[in-house]
């Protein structure tokens, strides 16, 4: 019998993803959101909750108040996958002990039994959607065939792993408690099967995601955009094809919703409680201390005081779609598969920089398509996930997560840095302009021979090697400005961790930490958005079209 014989760079995968799931198993000894601190405690109790509502109560009442279902006490505010998810998971709790989702005398349940189903009921989530998202992700996206490339992708091997070991997404889902992993990993599912043109697989997988959770609305706008441009008629398509093609789309989400909302369409009031869950306006604009463009203006300038939540929800909705309106326009008038991906960061970031109730926690939206972006641009894609963690550091460390936190960053930090160099190793050492430079100037300083080095002559070589090394002096310059920026994010770490802020301003830490995160997300928000415009469009459509002789 004959062996299958498995690559190194299958090896490589195994070994990692097998790491990945070490690092979330360890993670789920820490801290939850909220442990051991009644009389609301934390997410974690949140899930538990809907647990115990979704297996007690019919399902018409699961998003009403009631004696039964105290709304105020975490009521189910997701969409009705979500609320399935809930029913299944508490459906075996209830199987395994009774006490985890008992009416009432459940609440505020905490045992070491119960906290080990629960992170196993997020770690089997996690390996049945998410980790096989991002593996199938980087092993089927079509490979650049651009000739001209100044940069050579990170490999697909190395790109899983380091999108694996991403902190951000172990700290949340399996530290602070949160089913994140399921929704995002269906969004991953949607953009392999958009970029590799099966229209309706994305539309399918885009709805899954979109009613496990509302915040995929941040995604939702370059799905629109590029499925609607796939419609739109090239040379030698007919019209009628075209709509064909749109109505295959919009029947697809049609009957996906159908299906999903299907318990709560037979009465207006079951549909309109839910529809209302969704959007908690009261909540106001931003919770705690949000990376967010509203958050720092609020620094100085409060909003809360000059503005009802009605109000700033129609300016925050004003805001959102007036900077993610140049990306999503760009997507559909020049559409191209290459610029999907940046086109979901691009849109993610500006609804978390602008739009109405964000959490620190929503960051990872933006990660994840980062994280699919990964392999173009390693540096400047590590730069800004490490500033997405920093930008959690306060809820992280109120969870308790701190010591996950710096174990997590450190070992992220270190793989990096192994993966990249191993990779680049060759073309470092090839095209390392800075080394010829430095060596040129050595040759006009030691000029034995002559001894005739002048001040003129290390300019005149300076600037030859500046003009020939253009490219590398950028680089020297991006990597400069990312350094002194994870300095300051150490920095501010070790205040937040070491000093006590003063008593009339106990929130200044936390609103440092947020400031400085917000002021990098602008910047990543215009560079992402420069990169998206830069990319040309897309003719392949056209070029396969066989014109007919007259």
Known sequence: MLGVKISCEVWLVILGTLVAVLLRVCTTLHPYSGEANPPLYGDYEAQ????EITTNLPINRWYKNSEDNNLTYWGLDYPPLTAYHMFLCGKVAEFLNKNYTKLHDSRGHESEEHKLFMRYTVLAADLLVYVPALIAFYATTPKTKEKKLKQKP????????????YPGIILIDHGHFQYNCVSLGFAIFATIFVLHKCNIAASICFCVALNYKQMELYHALPFFMYLLSSCVPKPGQTASSSFIKLAKIALTVIISFLVIWSPFLFDLDDFLAVLQRQFPIDRGVFEDKVSNFWCALNVFYKLKLRFSNYEMMRICLFATI???????????????????????????LAFFLFSFQVHEKTILLVAVPVLLYFPQKPFVCFWFLCISVFSMLPLLYKDGLIIATIALMLFYIISFRVSIEHFYRNSLNASDGFAEYYRSLLHVLLDVEYNKATQMDILKVTYKQIIKNKEALKNFAFHVMMMASLIGCLLLSFILLVFDPPDRYPDLFPLLISVYSALHFFGFFIYFNVKQIRIPQEFDDIRNVKVKAS
């Open 48 to 51: 538990r909750h809907w647990m």
């Open 154 to 165: 990170l490999s697909g091997s190395l790109s899983t792993i380091l999108a694996l070991l």
């Open 322 to 348: 007036s900077t993610v309106f140049p990306s999503s326009f760009d997507l559909f008038l020049r559409p191209s598969s290459k610029k999907f991906v940046v086109a979901l960061i691009n849109s993610s």
